[in-house]
């Protein structure tokens, strides 16, 4: 069910098929983290909770080794598992993309953000880590762009 603003209607995350027409949320669910762009801003911005096991403010749903009330049984895992695993899932992919990670970390809040930070949160964005070294892909996806750039 789509979640209404004041400005547009926007879809729910498990739905989102583009960024480009994503403004983002205030708030993020553990379900809903597909590593988007936005998505990934936000986890920047909330490492260091995340990184303690705790899940940025906000959540309406109750949380614990219990299910949600009316729902019968327990949780699998504890409630500082997820967290942690995505703390350390954003670190893995910040780490190998090096300076520009840095700067992205750095820069996050900004919306004029240096190339460098662009590049380094289009690498880490994406549901699975990128195979390719993060060298490797700035050199193609350059070599793509002035290929285009050149067709047009």
Known sequence: MPVKTAKKVL??????????GCTGYD????????????QCLWMIEHLELLKEGVWPGGDPHPT??????????????????RPCEYAGELEARLNKTGRDGLTLLKEYRNENMTKAARDALNYICGWKRKRMRYS?????????????????
């Not at 879809?11 to 480009?20: A, D, H």
Request: hydrophobic share 30%; net charge positive; proline share 5%.
């Open 64 to 81: 614990g080794y219990t299910k949600a009330p009316g729902k019968p049984g327990i949780k699998s895992e504890a409630k500082f598992i």
């Open 11 to 20: 879809r729910p995350c498990q739905v989102c098929r583009s960024w480009k």
């Open 27 to 38: 708030w993020y669910s553990q379900a809903d983290i597909r590593f988007c762009r936005n």
């Open 136 to 152: 490797r892909w700035l050199i193609q996806r350059n070599y793509r762009y002035s290929f285009c750039k050149d067709l047009t």
